[in-house]
């Protein structure tokens, strides 16, 4: 069983297609073995990313039932120890699967043979989404040191957090009832921080308040600053997200790489190759590879 790492963003177009592709194949150079696994499902450009032809059945066959095993969709890249799973865009209305099925891919994620199963998912915040992302408490949210980045990246967490808390609860409990009322009544700098009020609620409903408050407790994202220019003021900027999510929801996020713009991303993007295989030496490429390197020393094989 590998370590699920989901790959998010709140806005579109901030490089988590090519974040996760080239971290999977830095792992992979690390003599880990990794599974990419395209979840941007109604628009999946991954193989594009990794220089790979789609002509494969990808995760779209699953939802649409033509397939029903996840490991038959795994396919080689050609990079060695890298493994990627399509996920077919051009079936129709795959973006947005039922439960029962969302439920068995995770659970099929989650038992794929691999040290690493890198997850990139679409932008925004829809359950789906955020479901996924939900897979480890510590998922990637890739963000720009931009104002509409960082708000965007902070609605995603509070969706998330919130949607996490939810699902502690069965339909009908009443602390359910209470948790969406307060979400319906939050007014962004008058609500209580969620925290808190999951502080408050889970004293009084027992074990599963209890539960409910540590999966919220045990959130610690992971963020990665793409496309920073080296601008002053730009760390600032992008710790903002840091600040008003400790504020706001009571969540601490980890900042764990600051990638540069590079231009050697671009023309990789058009080639189509992965930049750290065109240009192992660019500065995006350094990057992102000692971010590889804290990820395999620090986990890997469990
Ligand atoms: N560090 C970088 N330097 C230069 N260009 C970059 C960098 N990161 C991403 N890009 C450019 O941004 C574009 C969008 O990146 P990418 O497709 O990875 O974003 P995304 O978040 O996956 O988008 P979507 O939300 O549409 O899935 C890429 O085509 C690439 O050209
Ligand atoms: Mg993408």
Redesign the pocket.
């Known amino acids: 069983m590998g370590t699920v790492i989901p790959v998010a ?1 709140g ?10 592709a080239n971290l999977g194949l830095a792992l992979s150079a690390l003599g880990k073995t990794v599974v990419l696994v395209d979840l ?1 499902l109604g ?1 999946a ?1 991954l193989h594009t ?1 990794l220089g790979v032809r789609n002509r494969h059945a990808g995760l779209g066959s699953l939802i649409w039932r033509t397939e029903t095993k996840l490991d038959t969709l795994v396919v080689a890249t050609g990079y060695p120890r890298l493994y990627l799973i399509p996920g077919d865009s051009l079936l129709p209305g795959t973006a947005n699967p039922d439960y029962s099925i969302k439920r068995r891919i995770m659970r099929d994620l989650g038992t794929l043979p691999a040290d690493f199963v890198i997850l ?1 998912l ?2 925004g915040s829809s359950y789906t989404v955020v479901d996924f992302w939900l897979m480890a408490p510590d998922g990637f949210l ?1 963000v720009v040191p931009e104002i509409p980045s960082i708000l965007n990246a902070y609605s995603f967490l509070k969706t998330a957090a919130f949607r996490l808390f939810l699902r502690s609860f069965p339909r009908g409990d009443e602390a359910r009832a209470q948790a969406l009322r307060h979400a319906a009544g939050s007014r962004e700098g008058k609500a209580q921080r969620l925290l808190d009020f999951a502080v408050d609620l889970a004293g009084q409903a027992g074990e599963r308040g209890a539960q409910a408050l540590e999966a919220l407790r045990s959130l610690k994202p992971r963020v990665i600053v ?2 920073a220019e080296g601008r002053a003021g730009e760390p600032e900027l992008a710790g903002r997200l840091g600040g008003i999510a400790k504020a706001h929801l009571g969540i601490d996020p980890e900042y764990v790489a600051t ?8 023309s990789s ?1 058009a080639r189509p190759e992965p930049v750290l295989a065109m240009s192992p030496q660019a500065p ?1 490429s350094l990057a992102l590879a000692g971010l590889a390197r804290q990820l395999a020393g620090g986990s890997g094989q469990k």
Do not use: E, H, M, Q
């Open positions: 963003s806005k579109g177009g901030v490089g988590k297609t090519v974040v996760a941007d628009g450009n990313v990139d679409g932008a890739v793409n496309l990638l540069p713009r590079d231009p050697a991303v671009s993007i995006f």
